[in-house]
């Protein structure tokens, strides 16, 4: 997994964090555990809605525009991860399977 958790306020400053982003998901966490800290991602943009209910902003909006992007993107990762894994003991125990 490679993929840049990096929020709005780090974007503006794409040419010096291309290369080296603020924050990077852990490559060699486990998929459960980049999806639990999906998860409590998701669990903060939860709340956050409940304050700011009833207000029409829109950096309200961009704060929950600009954490969902990065999220999607991790989430994304960890799920192709869980699938190459399975698709790879599936074909291990093909493999294993004719001996």
């Given at each position: ?79 192709q ?8 003991a ?10």
């Amino acid at each position: 997994m490679s993929a840049a958790a990096i929020g709005f306020l780090a974007r503006n400053w794409g040419a010096l964090n291309a290369q080296v982003p603020a924050i990077i998901v852990n490559p060699d966490a486990s998929p459960l555990d980049v999806l639990a800290w999906c998860w409590g991602e998701v669990e903060s943009l939860h709340q956050a809605a409940r304050v700011f209910e009833g207000i029409e902003s829109e950096a309200v909006a961009a704060i929950f525009l600009h954490r969902l992007a990065p999220l999607s993107a991790v989430f994304c990762d960890a799920l192709q991860k869980i699938v190459r894994e399975r698709m790879r003991a599936g074909a291990d125990a093909l493999q294993g399977g004719g001996q």
